[in-house]
């Protein structure tokens, strides 16, 4: 099988185009590409397909094989892979996701994409829809038990769930077991993505995220994008901000005339590959 590594801030993916690539069992394939000792090593596998409705289709494995609705690095990945190789001629695409359409505006720089825009659509902030068990319509700034602490979180969903808690030096924080409990816990029937927290200023946010199916990973686009809708549903924050990941920086906005929220980003190819599977 060809591939292509690719990291957008650190999150790192193995792409594959299906334009001319079979992948039959993409779950079990994304559990052994993303060993890093025995694998490619990735966040998981990303497949570029064509699509019947839009321009591309995109589908995401996390490392443990789990299908995702939707990765904002990834998919900027995914607009660089397509205008780099000659896929497209078009600096502005439509990709088909599990978490709907998304539009990819590309920056280029000597025939190469830089930057990639991302419209990520309107926030979902209905319990029922995130899903988050809770007996309010909107879960913001809730108290909930975990692991024998009470924790006050926010839940948005960029397509897929997340539960954002704030937090004072977010360095020193033991992700490794306090993610899973979240991840896993009870209110969550399709677990959650974690995102911890500290409010720099009312421009900056500095996050470390804990990723459904992956663990902790250097960045998360839609993570980033549900930190900054949390944070102005909570007064922390103005309705644009830059978000700071271990990996790098996104540029985030929640515009108020449309209610979508549009991400910009580095995407950075890594190598290109073939593997025997």
Same mark, same amino acid.
């Given at each position: ?25 993409p779950s079990e394939a994304a ?26 289709? /995109?589908?995401?494995?996390n490392a443990d094989g789990s299908?995702?609705? /939707? ?84 839940c948005v969903s960029m397509g897929?769930?997340?539960?954002? /808690? ?112």
């Amino acid at each position: 099988m060809k591939f292509t590594k690719m990291q957008g801030i650190g999150n790192d993916y193995v792409y594959v185009d299906c334009f001319e690539e079979t992948v039959a069992n993409p779950s079990e394939a994304a559990v052994k590409v993303s060993d890093r000792h025995f694998g490619i090593g990735s966040d998981g596998l990303v497949l570029i397909m064509p699509s019947e409705k839009e321009d591309f289709r /995109m589908r995401m494995f996390n490392a443990d094989g789990s299908e995702a609705e /939707m990765c904002g690095n990834a998919i900027r990945c995914v607009g660089k892979y397509v205008y780099d190789n000659g896929l497209t001629e078009q600096d502005t695409i439509s990709v088909e996701t599990l978490a709907g359409t998304k539009i990819l505006k590309m920056d280029t720089e000597n025939g190469k994409v830089k930057t990639v825009r991302v419209d990520m659509g309107e926030p979902i902030l209905e319990s029922e829809k995130i899903p988050v068990v809770h007996g309010k319509e909107r879960f913001v700034n809730e108290e909930v038990e975990v692991d024998g602490q009470i924790h006050s979180l926010t839940c948005v969903s960029m397509g897929n769930p997340h539960a954002v /808690m704030y937090m004072k030096e977010i360095d020193d924080l033991k992700i490794e077991e306090i993610g899973p409990k979240f991840e896993h816990h009870r209110i969550f029937p399709k677990r959650t993505n974690t995102e911890f927290v500290e409010v720099l200023d009312r421009k900056t946010l500095k996050m470390r995220v804990w990723e459904r199916g992956a663990g902790e990973t250097l960045a998360c686009g839609t993570g980033a994008c549900a930190v900054l809708v949390a944070s102005v549903l909570n007064g922390l924050c103005e309705r644009k901000a830059v978000v700071k990941l271990l990996g790098g920086d996104l540029s985030i906005e929640w515009n108020a005339e449309d209610n979508h929220v549009y991400m910009t980003g580095s995407a950075t190819k890594v190598f290109d590959g073939v593997i025997d599977l």
